[in-house]
């Protein structure tokens, strides 16, 4: 399958570029390399921008980023063998979440792939290890497959429960002819947008968890982050319910701030943790119960005893981990606007707001004292810049934001502590959600993780994105640390060396501030985003302006 410059000849990757700006891709994010350099070809013909990140795994972090800033599916172009194998943590934390990305790769030539006689790039079973963390992987044998192939995978993505999908072509496929397969229809849109397609609920059940609902004492109202999209409706069945609602990390903001039926994000303190198990009946849309969000302090001590109702776009996860009393098949949207029909002539009253207001006193006796000044500085940055984004990774602040960190509403906070829970995503992310919003975007990562994935400062650097990247300096893995020093272990491997941030700034293109105040950041972050360059902040742990912070911060605000 050798190709021929004709001006006739259209090649299969260029039709691919085709097809995918049909399906509404804008952004792909890629290194070329030797195998994938005939996917470049068609680019130009399209209105697709490619985005050059420094290592593939931050290639997928930025395809997550940005379509968790955007709610748009990016594709990523990876080379065959090494590509993939730096991929596969960004796809992981992807599937963990449900965030959809295509990623497209090459692999070794059709008599060649799998061959075992060692061509370049070659694995054993590519389509097989990525099989594993993706919705599904699939190969394109010839270029005939490629429009159905494609159509596939974005009804994947846009399906009940979404997640990356790869789709590997041999470079000989790559550069074959390709000029009798179907083209992308002109000046038609596909069938379906990026949103996911809503699944109905079964009337029936509806009516069943409605009843359940009147019959309760002290029932509960769990969201999580398949709510992230929901409209009005999710705030209006908590107040129809009247009853104590908690977010998961990833649909903070669902309910605005100070909401009086919200008790943020707190499942696994305490206080809400007996409020769980003493409910009578709870309602659970759109949440895995996972235990990055129910038990961050991995003491198995969540649990439900009372009725559970569940509402879930998968069938498998309606009895994960807890089986479901009344299992709901629904996406979160068309279930909560059920419920809240069947409601709003008989709004229920179950003195929701005063159970809220008595726990949330307990609550705060319950966070720890160094988190009110760690959320303090996201809060001062929620309140300096209008609608931002702050994308977290694996550290402190992030920890403590998860806990007492209040979002203005979806999308606008989420990290990698969740689900998968890698490190070196913060700064990846935040690139790809700038991006793909015209958003003030800050990146909260530490100086143990920001060492993952630092190379990719210059490649905002050279975007001429203003993405704030604040450093917590605790001078190694500091969480790790602490763990280790409770359970009485050897502090080996966390007291690790860290760069002078001022030199690296300033080597990858970017700005440095060593932020020591309040104030100080306050105009900063005002002055920063409206630059045209990242710009590094450093925060060290132990500054006086954290306890400053702390002795004005209020929770739930």
Known sequence: MSISNTATQLTCGELLVEWLEYYGVDTVFGIPGVHTVELYRGLPNTAITHITPRHEQGAGFMADGYFRASGKIAACFIITGPGMTNIMTAMAQALADSIPMLVISSVNKVGDTGSGEGHLHELHDQQGMADKVALYSKTI?????????????????????????????????????????????????????????????????????????????????????????????????????????????????????????????????????????????????????GETDYDIV??????????????????????????????????????????CQRLQEEPLSHNGQQTVERLQKQLIDEMAPSFAGQIGVLKLIRDTLDDVIIVGDSTQPVYS???????????????????????????????????????????????????????????????????????????????????????????????????????????????????????????ALVTDTQGNKPVVYEIDEADDFLSELAQDFTYFS
């Open 298 to 339: 991995f003491n198995d001590e969540f649990d439900i005893t009372g009725t559970l109702i569940r509402v879930d776009c998968d069938p498998r996860q309606l009895n994960l981990p807890f089986v479901a009393d009344v299992p709901v098949l629904s996406s979160a949207q068309s279930a909560i606007t059920g419920l």
């Open 401 to 523: 934001g998860n806990l007492g960190y209040e979002a203005v509403k979806p999308r606008k906070w989420f990290n990698s502590s969740t689900g998968f829970g890698t490190l070196g995503y913060g700064l990846p992310a935040a690139i790809g959600a700038k991006v793909g919003s015209s958003s003030p975007v800050v990146s909260l990562i530490g100086d143990g993780g920001i060492q993952f994935t630092i190379a990719e400062l210059i490649c905002a650097a050279e975007l001429e994105l203003p993405v704030i990247v604040l450093i917590w300096n605790n001078q190694g893995y500091g969480e790790i640390r602490r763990y280790m020093e409770q359970a009485g272990l050897p502090l080996i491997g966390v007291n690790i060396k860290t760069p002078k941030f001022d030199a690296l700034a300033e080597g990858f293109g970017a700005d440095y501030r060593r932020i020591t105040g309040v104030q100080q950041l306050k105009e």
């Open 141 to 289: 044998w010839k270029p005939e497959a490629l429009p159905k192939v494609i159509a596939e995978a974005f009804s994947a993505m846009k399906g009940a429960r979404s997640g990356p999908v790869h789709i590997q072509l041999p470079t000989d496929v790559i550069t074959a002819d390709a000029s009798h397969v179907a083209r992308p229809p002109q000046n038609k849109q596909p069938l379906a947008d990026s949103s996911a397609l809503h699944i109905g609920a079964n009337p029936e059940q509806l009516d069943k968890a409605v009843a359940h609902l009147k019959q309760a004492k002290n029932p509960v109202l769990l969201y999580g982050g398949g709510c992230i999209d929901v409209n009005e409706d999710a705030q209006r069945l908590a107040e129809l319910i009247d009853a104590p609602t908690l977010l998961t990390i990833n649909v903070k903001g669902l309910l605005p701030p100070s909401h009086p039926l919200s008790l943020g994000s707190t499942h696994s303190l305490p206080a809400s943790r007996t409020l769980m198990a003493e409910a009578d009946v709870v309602l659970a849309i759109g949440t895995e119960l």
